[in-house]
């Protein structure tokens, strides 16, 4: 099958299509038993990242439990982080802790980016796995951590609320956060990369913590960062797609689509659709943007929801998803029947 008969692609391409493909943010994950019965062999989370053939079994599961239109790399934001030298271990119901940088000395001690390769080099190998054994009609996605949303996580060494520690260093030492925000980049870029020349199709970038940026700082921190990424990327693979996603970006979406340079804008649930269709959708593909908890749910509002967005957004190229990822709570029986109220 020709790259381009792919419905991701061609929606990616802004394409608009009769039915919109359909995947799901974290669609490999907890709430299905066989991703379970897999973390559970892998040992840890960590080995479950850098075992390829079990990388890609957890990305292959919901293909075909489901039958989605594109897969995702199974992998962590925070490999990028591990592969600059940063220590990193994930605490059971606790989440990711990592050494943290705080000055500009931390940010000079990181590895070269060059050096990543050595620690994140089976991501690429479960990409390969992949490209292989993806049914055809399948897009496979790479992705990323946002730069914003990496540092975040690298400064603080954990997930924060709000994330003040970063925000905090971005104020009082702007010149070694800026120096680490940079790095970030540089590394994604090469990250990224490997992952495309290793197969994937399209690529991702999360900035799931966009939304906490103050209207000063957005433009220098989330938007110019996701530009400088997809710019360099599509010099060196042209027609490469890149879906972009400021999670809460609000009043700064529109400024961010027309500027970042990426094919797709992901949306979170708080984002209206006809707006969307109005101010977003002339310009890129739009992906999005059922509520999570819908999943949950599940019964008439879950179909109600979702054939909601699919109308408001059937005018132009749109790509189905969650406005963030499926959570360890959902029932997989919903996601068959958001598949048929979609399908028809």
């Known amino acids: 099958m020709s790259p381009h008969a ?130 055809p009609e399948v897009a496979l996605i790479g992705f990323a951590g946002a730069p914003w949303t990496v540092a975040t996580y690298m400064i603080a060494g954990r997930g924060t609320p709000s994330q003040e520690p970063a925000r905090k260093m971005m104020l009082e030492q702007p010149e070694a956060f800026q120096a680490l925000l940079d790095r970030i980049t540089d590394a994604t870029i090469e990250y990224l990369a490997r992952q495309v020349e290793a197969g994937a199709e399209a690529v991702k970038l999360f900035d799931s913590w966009a939304g906490s940026l103050s209207a000063l700082d957005f433009e220098r921190v989330c938007l110019e960062p996701n530009r400088k990424i997809a710019a360099e990327l599509k010099s060196r693979f042209p027609g490469l797609p890149v879906i972009a996603f400021p999670r809460g970006a609000g009043a700064w979406l529109e400024g961010f689509t027309a500027a970042c340079g990426a094919d797709c804008v992901a949306i979170d649930q708080h984002v209206p659709t006809k707006w969307a269709a109005e101010r977003l959708q002339p310009r890129v593909c739009v992906q999005g943007n059922l509520d999570p908890l819908l999943m949950v749910a599940g019964g008439e509002p879950l179909k109600a929801a979702a054939r909601r967005i699919r109308d408001d957004l059937a005018g132009g190229p749109h790509v189905f998803n969650l406005g963030h990822g499926i959570t360890p709570d959902a029932d997989p029986e919903n996601v068959h029947v958001l598949l048929d109220a979609i399908r028809g």
């Open 6 to 135: 792919k419905p991701l692609l061609r929606a990616l391409a802004g394409e608009t299509l009769p039915v919109p493909p359909v995947w799901l943010m974290r669609q490999a994950g907890r709430y299905l038993p066989e991703y379970r019965a897999t973390r559970e062999k892998a040992g840890s989370f960590l080995d479950l990242c850098y075992t390829p053939e079990l990388a890609a079994e957890v990305t292959l599961q919901p293909i075909r439990r489901f039958g989605f239109d594109a897969a995702i790399l199974f992998a962590d934001i925070l490999l990028v982080p591990q592969g600059l030298g940063a220590d990193l271990s994930f605490v059971q119901g606790e989440g990711p802790r990592l050494s943290t940088v705080g000055t500009m000395a931390d940010v000079a001690a990181l590895r070269p980016t060059e050096a990543i390769h050595e620690t994140v080099g089976p991501v690429y190998e479960t990409v390969r796995i992949l490209a292989e054994a993806l049914p």
